[in-house]
């Protein structure tokens, strides 16, 4: 199995924190990643994005050329029910529609222990939460 994956938005969006949860847990899953940010040459709202690949074999061209999944920080994201609070707030964004996309992929538990370990305690919960209401989401879509 290899997936990629990309993540756009704009400097200081989390497109980057985005990209290393992802990253950790598929490597909590003993899965292989890489992944490479392309920045603007502005860093606060210039274009920010990270393109990302998992795969259960070795990885010998880190070089994305086919996307399966986009999470597009920057689209209204109309096709799931997101609260007010998430769409004000870009980087619960991400992580709401980490919840919603990428547990397809990897496992619940890897990214909430990534979250954690990437997210500073004071705003842990609040990103977990998002989380957790990004998978609800997508099981309320289907």
Do not use: W
């Not at 990643?33 to 920010?48: E, T």
């Amino acid at each position: 199995m290899k997936t990629t994956i990309e993540i756009l938005g704009k400097g200081g969006d989390g497109t980057q924190t985005l990209a290393n949860i992802i990253g950790e847990a598929a490597v909590l899953e003993k899965k292989n990643c890489s992944f490479y940010p392309v920045y603007d040459a502005m860093v606060r709202g210039g274009v920010s994005n990270s393109r990302i690949i998992i795969s259960n074999d070795e990885i010998l061209n880190p070089i994305v050329e086919i996307i399966d999944i986009i999470i597009d920080l920057n689209n209204d994201n109309t096709t799931l029910k997101i609260g007010d609070d998430i769409k004000k707030n870009k980087k619960l964004l991400g992580i709401f529609l980490i919840g919603a996309v990428v547990t397809k992929i990897l496992k619940k538990e890897s990214l909430i222990t990534a979250i954690k370990n990437n997210i500073s305690e004071e705003h842990c919960t609040q990103n977990i939460e998002a989380f957790k209401a990004g998978i609800v989401a997508e099981m309320d879509k289907k």
